[in-house]
């Protein structure tokens, strides 16, 4: 493959370092200056290109089993590290990596892709992701496919990687969005003035697993948090949308919550986790990268989790157990925020997941259409949860487009399977599809 070095297109003014020099000299003056924006490009490295001939090889691994349309643009690769701000509005530092289609001197749609579980600890930043050695979800891949579809594309790590006095606010939507919103500010900064391709003023919204909990809780913050960030679609791969529904349903990953939220809210992990995991949750659950918690961690409620937060979860009843806990699960529950009820919305859905489940998905989708969101879904049969995004690529690239075209969004909900049921709908038979939009 080959990789031409390119010159980073933004470099900071003479005057700036000067001036920061400058200051240094004087006591108290850098911490006197006010903290960078949100959004805020505080350093830009350029990575590179991939040359158009070489993209389809580079990520032909990923779309083994689905395929995928032919590569149309070489692409620009850059590291960035913005600034960004947590709940309680204090600065946050975060890197992303972004890819620019090689399309001219033109505009083109900006797509913010939110990463999956990878883990709490440093070293498991989705960024530092090395797909040949441990594939949490082949991301160079995933961003170089939709670059080379032309369209901008950055992906963020979590608050709190390279802090190591502070633990990935996992789950935490608050966080999540705003981390989202402000890597969308920080491309358009750090392109704009600058040759060839550069960011429109349209954002699309995508996350993967809990990545796509990221995306709905980052529409819901922008209108409020964000109004610079016009945001034309929201995209849930495989959406973790529930946090109840996580821990009932992913035991395994119940430690990454627990450990998360007792270090981001104070939640007291003793009443979760039970007496033989507990003493080790800060060694393994807040150190070991997700293959590793895989391995390590058993699938099963019953071990994972002390008997009563277990029972509690499966009745339901979790709010009469902890009612702290319950609350912050309504809480980190993202995708119904009034002020963003109008954002055009695709969930992608692999039938066979077993880890946000085809029926946890549904739940959602029967909920965004009572809520009155234009949302549609697109399922397929033989689609786990680690290849519903391949085989979801080319719809995924459809519906933008369609949008970018000024067409009308279109939506699942006039279907009668996504109303609200009255009550439990009868189990399918094993093999049975709840729902199939499409199949491959």
């Known amino acids: 493959m080959t990789e031409t070095p390119r010159r980073q297109p933004h470099a900071r003014p003479l005057t700036t370092a000067l001036l920061t020099a400058a200051l240094a000299l004087v006591p108290g003056a850098l911490a006197r200056q006010a903290a960078p924006a949100p959004g805020a490009v505080l350093s830009g490295e350029t990575l590179g290109t991939v040359a158009l001939a070489d993209v389809g090889p580079?990520?032909?691994?990923?779309?083994?089993?689905?395929?995928?349309?032919?590569?149309?643009?070489?692409?620009?690769r850059y590291r960035l590290t913005v600034s960004s701000t947590d709940e309680r509005g204090r600065p946050v530092t975060v890197r992303a990596l972004l890819y620019v289609p090689d399309m001219g001197n033109r505009a083109a749609p900006l797509y913010v892709m939110g990463p999956g579980t990878t883990g709490l600890a440093d070293a498991c930043a989705p960024t530092r992701e090395d797909a040949a050695r441990d594939n949490w979800g082949n991301y160079e891949a995933h961003m170089r496919s939709y670059a080379a579809q032309g369209f901008v594309s950055v992906m963020p790590d979590w608050a709190n990687f390279d802090d190591p006095a502070k633990v990935q606010p996992y789950f935490v939507a608050g966080s999540e969005g705003r981390v989202m919103l402000d890597t969308a500010r920080a491309a358009r900064a750090f392109l704009r003035g600058a040759e060839g391709t550069r960011p429109s003023d349209r954002t699309y919204l995508a996350g993967f697993s809990q990545g796509g909990h990221a995306a709905f809780a980052a529409a819901d913050l922008a209108a409020t948090y964000a109004p610079d960030v016009r945001v034309s679609g929201v995209i849930g791969y495989?959406?973790?949308?529930?946090?109840?529904?996580?821990?009932?349903?992913?035991?395994?990953?119940?430690?990454?919550?627990?450990?998360?939220?007792?270090?981001?809210?104070?939640?007291?992990?003793?009443?979760?986790?039970?007496?033989?995991?507990?003493?080790?949750?800060?060694?393994?659950?807040?150190?070991?990268?997700?293959?590793?918690?895989?391995?390590?961690?058993?699938?099963?409620?019953?071990?994972?989790?002390?008997?009563?937060?277990?029972?509690?979860?499966?009745?339901?009843?979790?709010?009469?157990?902890?009612?702290?806990?319950?609350?912050?699960?309504?809480?980190?529950?993202?995708?119904?925020?009034?002020?963003?009820?109008?954002?055009?919305?695709?969930?992608?859905?692999?039938?066979?997941?077993?880890?946000?489940?085809?029926?946890?998905?549904l739940t959602f989708m029967r909920r965004s259409c009572a809520f009155g969101r234009p949302i549609v879904q697109r399922a397929y049969a033989g689609a786990n949860h680690f290849t519903a995004r391949q085989f979801g690529f080319r719809d995924t690239l459809t519906w933008m487009r369609d949008l970018e075209a000024g067409l009308a969004a279109p939506t699942s909900c006039l279907d009668a399977k996504y109303a609200m049921p009255s009550k439990r709908a009868k189990t399918p038979e094993k093999g049975t599809p709840v729902f199939v939009d499409r199949k491959r």
């Open 58 to 76: 580079s990520v032909e691994r990923l779309y083994k089993r689905s395929g995928m349309p032919a590569p149309k643009y070489a692409v620009r």
């Open 238 to 361: 495989a959406p973790a949308m529930d946090v109840m529904t996580l821990f009932r349903e992913r035991p395994a990953l119940g430690p990454y919550l627990a450990q998360s939220y007792a270090a981001y809210y104070g939640v007291d992990a003793s009443r979760i986790i039970s007496p033989r995991w507990l003493p080790g949750l800060g060694r393994e659950a807040a150190r070991m990268c997700v293959t590793d918690v895989y391995h390590h961690y058993p699938n099963d409620a019953r071990s994972i989790y002390r008997p009563e937060f277990e029972a509690a979860l499966k009745a339901g009843s979790v709010a009469g157990l902890d009612p702290k806990l319950a609350d912050l699960m309504r809480r980190n529950a993202p995708g119904f925020a009034q002020t963003g009820r109008q954002i055009p919305a695709l969930v992608v859905t692999g039938l066979e997941d077993p880890i946000v489940t085809a029926d946890a998905q």
